[in-house]
């Protein structure tokens, strides 16, 4: 036996642990799964997306119970753990996450399954019950309205004055956004924050020298 047979065989020998008893694979998991029934259970209730995904909840669990499996198989041996490094790095994802909390699960799923393949069972429950405690404390929070776009069109230029008369009964919270005057007349987009949109909308398009008026919701970022 040549130097380099020695070297492998105490390298292997260093890094084998001992055989895993079955009583030790059931029992990761099936507290593996009850966590990820746990996982899947405050996902349904922080979704609130209507279309709700029930595939990507029961994915999670899924993904759970894998990764422990993978963590079980790498302890058992060095040789398989080597397999397991190159056969996942020609996995390949095409499904693109748009949710950043999907990405929070995900992680949140997948270290259950590592921390409860390791055998760390309280680590495990700490951890869930501190992440659920920290979503569902910030989900609670509450978020500032995002602002309304008023949009005006008026067949007199001179009516900008007019307008804005009017918005400030109704609110002192406004920014106009754009101002165009044509030969034809002006429109005008306003952002503002309104109770009483309807109110608003109904005076000004009571008006006779205003020709449409629209009150707009829209997506983009909330402004302080």
């Given amino acids: 036996?040549?130097?380099?047979?020695?070297?492998?065989?105490?390298?292997?020998?260093?890094?084998?642990?001992?055989?895993?008893s079955t009583t030790s694979v059931v029992v990761v998991f099936a507290v593996t799964a009850c966590l990820g029934l746990y996982i899947f259970g405050i996902y349904r209730i922080v979704s609130r997306r209507s279309f709700y995904s029930k595939s990507f909840n029961i994915s999670l669990v899924a993904l759970a119970l894998v990764t422990a499996a993978i963590i079980l198989a790498i302890q058992n041996s060095v040789v398989i753990s080597l397999g397991m490094v190159g056969a996942l790095s020609i996995v390949r994802?095409?499904?693109?996450i748009k949710e950043p909390m999907d990405l929070v699960f995900l992680?949140?799923?997948i270290s259950v399954g590592i921390i409860c393949g390791a055998g760390l069972f309280e680590i495990a429950v700490i951890a869930s019950v501190a992440i659920t405690v920290l979503i569902l404390g910030l989900d609670m929070i509450p978020?500032?309205?995002?602002?309304?776009?008023?949009?005006?069109?008026?067949?007199d230029a001179q009516m900008d004055a007019v307008i804005?008369?009017?918005?400030?009964?109704?609110?002192k919270s406004y920014t106009v956004k754009s101002h165009n005057v044509t030969k034809n007349g002006m429109d005008m987009i306003v952002e503002l924050r309104v109770k009483e949109g309807q109110g608003l909308v109904k005076e000004l398009a009571g008006m006779e020298k205003i020709s449409?008026?629209?009150?707009l919701s829209h997506d983009g970022e909330v402004t302080y």
């Fill in 1 to 20: 036996m040549g130097f380099q047979d020695i070297l492998k065989k105490s390298f292997l020998e260093g890094f084998t642990s001992a055989e895993i």
């Fill in 107 to 109: 992680f949140w799923a």
């Fill in 93 to 96: 994802f095409r499904s693109a």
């Fill in 164 to 171: 804005l008369d009017t918005i400030r009964k109704y609110t």
């Fill in 212 to 215: 449409m008026v629209s009150l």
């Fill in 143 to 155: 978020v500032a309205k995002a602002p309304l776009l008023l949009v005006v069109n008026a067949v």
